[in-house]
């Protein structure tokens, strides 16, 4: 018994990394967008400054 929970709290500790890392890549493309984005307001800014 002791080690079938022991297997289920693996089990479930590694759902819970993929999950992470899944959540983490999500994070970084959002980040990059919004990053592409102000670069792309602030150009647009300055070309109609120029």
């Known amino acids: 018994m002791a080690i079938e929970r ?3 709290t693996g089990e479930t500790s590694e759902k819970a990394r993929k999950k ?5 890549a ?5 980040e990059r967008r919004y990053r592409e984005e102000e670069n792309s307001k602030s ?3 300055f070309m109609l400054r120029t």
Request: proline share 0%; net charge positive.
């Open 20 to 24: 992470r890392a899944e959540w983490d």
């Open 26 to 30: 999500k994070v970084k493309d959002l």
């Open 6 to 8: 022991q297997v289920r």
């Open 43 to 45: 150009m647009r800014w």
